[in-house]
């Protein structure tokens, strides 16, 4: 069977948006991390391929040594569902911090409680408590 995950290409920032992120989620780690040495496309020390959990969902994230004319679009978005106030407030508190606020968190026709955030590498992520 194919296994899907969600790949996060960054330029230069890789490592501190995933360990950004597992900070975020219990039950998060780095599974492992690669880098690039002297003289590869890298730059030295920089993320050739890293592969990562939040929540126990797989992730994988580089940083690209060819820079693009695109970045992340909050047309895709990370979709976590929080189960206490108190987790929704903290995480759209902290994604948000440094980034951009599409939504702000409040009661919604679809939720009870959402927000929809851009961190601060760019990421968009819409939070909803499950009631």
Known sequence: MQ?????????GQA???????????KDSKVINISRYGPNEM??????????FSLNGQQFMAIDSNV???FTFTPAISL?????TEQEIDTL???LSAGGKVMMPLG???????????GDQFGVSWQLSLIS
Do not use: D, R
């Not at 490592?15 to 989620?25: G, K, Q, W």
């Not at 890298?42 to 592969?51: C, N």
């Not at 979709?79 to 189960?83: A, G």
């Open 67 to 69: 820079k693009h004319g």
């Open 107 to 117: 009661k919604y026709p679809f939720s009870n409680k959402f927000g929809w955030v």
């Open 3 to 11: 296994k899907i995950t969600t790949f996060l290409m960054f330029e």
């Open 79 to 83: 979709y976590v569902t929080c189960e």
């Open 92 to 94: 759209f508190a902290q």
């Open 15 to 25: 490592e501190a948006a995933l360990n950004f992120y597992i900070s975020l989620f």
């Open 42 to 51: 890298g730059a030295e020390g920089s993320v050739m391929h890293a592969t």
